[in-house]
C-alpha cells in the first residue's frame, strides 16, 4: 500500500491559520490557490481580526514609531516593552508617496490614517504593506486650525474620516465646519449641527462607535463625540476638576475598550488617569491611577504626546514624548524600556497586526515600490 500524506480537517486549517502572525500568513498565500482564497476571504480576516484584537498577551499589538527629521517608521511589539529593558525596532516600508510633513490621525483595525499639510489623507495598512491616497476635498481659505478622528462605523460596515475646520470669518469671530469622508461612497459630506466649540485636542480618541475630543464649550471644557453610524453630536461632562490652576485636562486616551482621561492634579509631578467604568455616565468615571512624573521628564514640553496602555496584569505602559516608561497599578515607575534604534520619534501610535484593506486593488500602491517622490518634499536615501 503506497504511503499517503494524511489531509486535515479544512476547519483545523483555518483555525491553525487564523492563530498566526500577518507576516507568515502573506507568505502562506502562495502556498495554493485555496489558501489564497482561504486568507482573503472576508470571513478569516475578521476573525483573524478578533483573536489578534483580544489577544491578552499583546503580541499583535504594535506600537509605531515615527522619526519625522529622519523621515523613518519603526515598530515593536507591546509585548516586548513589557518583557524587555532594551529593544532594537523593525524598520517598516512606509508609503513613499506619502508627503514628509503629516501626522497620525488614528488607528483602526490596523489600519493607519495619515494627514499632510496640505490636507491629504492616506488610509496604510503596515502588516500587508499596503496604502491607498483618499480622494481630494477642497483646500478651505482663512484656516485657523483643523483637528481630525478616524474611526469605523460598524453598523455600515465603512470606515469614515472627520475632520472639523476652524475658519476665521473676519477679525473678531471664527466659523466651524465639518466634513465627513466615507470609504464606501469615496466621497465628502458636510456634516452640520455641530456645537459651537473649540476643540484642544488634534486627533479625536475612537470608543463605542464615537470620536471624542475634548473640547471648550461657553468657557467649560467638555467632551465632545461624534457618533459616526448615525451623524449625531453628543457631550460629556469630565471627571477632572479645576483647583488653585490645577486639574487642568491634558488629553484623552483608550485603555481598553473604555475611554480614559489624563488631567493634572493637585501635586507637582503627579497625573491622575481616570476611565468612564460606563459610557457616557459622568458618575461612573472613577480615577484608576496617579502617575508619578520621573524627575527627567519634563512634561509640560509634550502633553499631547502622552499615551497610557493597560496591560494584562498589574503593569501599565506610558509613553511620554520619545519615551516608554513601566508603572504598577499604584502609580509607582518601575522601569523604563529603551529602543535602543529609535530614541527621539515625534509620535508613537499603538496598532493591532491585521488583514484588514477594504478596498479593491485598483488605485491601491505597495508600500514597498521605491523611486518614488513625496508631493512637496524630497526624499533623501
Known amino acids: 500500500m503506497e504511503n499517503s500524506i494524511p489531509v486535515l480537517p479544512e476547519e483545523l486549517v483555518t483555525d491553525i491559520l487564523s492563530r498566526l502572525p500577518v507576516k507568515s500568513l502573506m507568505k502562506f498565500i502562495c502556498v495554493s490557490q485555496s489558501w489564497l482564497a482561504l486568507i482573503s476571504s472576508p470571513e478569516f480576516v475578521k476573525t483573524h481580526l478578533s483573536l489578534n484584537a483580544n489577544n491578552n498577551e499583546y503580541t499583535r499589538h504594535k506600537v509605531m514609531m515615527f522619526e519625522r527629521t529622519a523621515y523613518t517608521f519603526r515598530d515593536c511589539s507591546v509585548s516586548s516593552l513589557f518583557n524587555n529593558s532594551s529593544i532594537r525596532a523593525n524598520n517598516l516600508d512606509y508609503p513613499r508617496q506619502v508627503p514628509c510633513c503629516f501626522y497620525m490621525v488614528g488607528s483602526v483595525n490596523g489600519l493607519i490614517c495619515l494627514v499632510s499639510q496640505r490636507m491629504e489623507f492616506f488610509l496604510w495598512n503596515p502588516s500587508i504593506r499596503k496604502y491607498k491616497k483618499l480622494s481630494d476635498r477642497k483646500t478651505k481659505t482663512n484656516l485657523v486650525y483643523s483637528v481630525y478622528g478616524f474611526g469605523y462605523d460598524e453598523f455600515h460596515d465603512d470606515y469614515k474620516v472627520v475632520v472639523i475646520f476652524i475658519i476665521g470669518r473676519d477679525h473678531f469671530s471664527l466659523q466651524i465646519e465639518v466634513k465627513e469622508y466615507s470609504l464606501k461612497s469615496d466621497s465628502w459630506r458636510t456634516v452640520?449641527?455641530?456645537?459651537?466649540?473649540?476643540?484642544?485636542?488634534?486627533?479625536?480618541?475612537?470608543?463605542?462607535?464615537?470620536?471624542?475630543?475634548?473640547?471648550?464649550?461657553?468657557?467649560?471644557?467638555?467632551?465632545?463625540?461624534?457618533?459616526?453610524?448615525?451623524?449625531?453630536?453628543?457631550?460629556?461632562?469630565?471627571?477632572?476638576?479645576?483647583?488653585?490652576?490645577?486639574?487642568?485636562?491634558?488629553?484623552?486616551?483608550?485603555?481598553?475598550?473604555?475611554?480614559?482621561?489624563?488631567?493634572?492634579?493637585?501635586?507637582?509631578?503627579?497625573?491622575?488617569?481616570?476611565?468612564?467604568?460606563?459610557?457616557?455616565?459622568?458618575?461612573?468615571?472613577?480615577?484608576?491611577?496617579?502617575?508619578?512624573?520621573?524627575?527627567?521628564?519634563?512634561?509640560?514640553?509634550?502633553?499631547?504626546?502622552?499615551?497610557?496602555?493597560?496591560?494584562?496584569?498589574?503593569?501599565?505602559?506610558?509613553?511620554?514624548?520619545?519615551?516608554?516608561?513601566?508603572?504598577?497599578?499604584?502609580?509607582?515607575?518601575?522601569?523604563?524600556?529603551?529602543?535602543?534604534?529609535?530614541?527621539?520619534?515625534?509620535?508613537?501610535?499603538?496598532?493591532?497586526?491585521?488583514?484588514?484593506?477594504?478596498?479593491?486593488?485598483?488605485?491601491?500602491?505597495?508600500?514597498?515600490?521605491?523611486?518614488?517622490?513625496?508631493?512637496?518634499?524630497?526624499?533623501?536615501?
Open 192 to 381: 452640520d449641527n455641530c456645537p459651537s466649540m473649540a476643540p484642544l485636542q488634534q486627533s479625536g480618541m475612537f470608543v463605542n462607535g464615537k470620536l471624542h475630543w475634548v473640547s471648550i464649550i461657553d468657557l467649560k471644557r467638555i467632551i465632545i463625540s461624534f457618533d459616526l453610524a448615525y451623524g449625531k453630536w453628543g457631550k460629556m461632562e469630565l471627571p477632572c476638576y479645576w483647583k488653585r490652576g490645577r486639574g487642568a485636562v491634558l488629553s484623552l486616551g483608550v485603555l481598553g475598550s473604555d475611554l480614559s482621561v489624563l488631567c493634572d492634579c493637585d501635586k507637582t509631578c503627579m497625573l491622575d488617569v481616570w476611565f468612564m467604568k460606563k459610557y457616557g455616565v459622568k458618575e461612573s468615571s472613577m480615577k484608576m491611577f496617579t502617575i508619578k512624573i520621573p524627575e527627567n521628564q519634563l512634561v509640560y514640553g509634550f502633553l499631547g504626546q502622552i499615551r497610557v496602555h493597560m496591560a494584562s496584569g498589574s503593569e501599565i505602559l506610558v509613553v511620554f514624548g520619545s519615551s516608554f516608561m513601566i508603572y504598577n497599578t499604584k502609580g509607582d515607575p518601575l522601569r523604563s524600556s529603551k529602543i535602543i534604534n529609535s530614541n527621539n520619534w515625534d509620535e508613537a501610535r499603538i496598532y493591532i497586526e491585521s488583514l484588514v484593506w477594504p478596498f479593491s486593488t485598483v488605485g491601491t500602491e505597495d508600500a514597498t515600490k521605491r523611486g518614488l517622490k513625496s508631493s512637496g518634499c524630497e526624499i533623501t536615501k
